[in-house]
């Protein structure tokens, strides 16, 4: 059961941070040239931690998916899909602080 709730209260984060990355390049369209230039500085690092963090909360899944369904690993399945949404959640909130928007 723990990897089911993980794996559903993950995805409508991962899908709000996916929505911003690709929304978020719109963002600075009409901007002046040092404008964009500092958000186009700080978009790629902020996208490469938010991406790890993202690969981080799908190793986590897919380890407590594919652990043992036997009762001992219960626990070890809940302690790998617990941190998922969090995690996702963190990765959204950090590419918002990391960019600096116009």
């Known amino acids: 059961m723990a ?3 993980g794996t559903l209260a993950a995805l409508p984060s991962a899908l709000l941070l996916a929505t911003t ?5 719109m963002a600075c369209g009409s901007c002046d040239a ?8 700080s978009f790629a690092p902020a996208l490469f931690v938010a991406m790890g963090i993202l690969a981080l909360t799908g190793g986590l899944l ?3 998916w594919a652990l043992p369904w036997r009762t001992s690993a219960r626990t070890r399945r809940a ?4 941190p ?3 995690l996702a959640l963190a ?3 950090v590419f918002l602080e990391l960019v600096a928007w116009p």
């Open 3 to 5: 990897p089911l709730t």
């Open 21 to 25: 990355v690709l929304f978020s390049p």
């Open 34 to 41: 040092a404008d964009a230039a500092r958000f186009d500085d």
């Open 62 to 64: 897919v380890t407590s």
């Open 79 to 82: 302690l790998m899909a617990a």
């Open 84 to 86: 998922a949404p969090f």
């Open 91 to 93: 990765a959204y909130l």
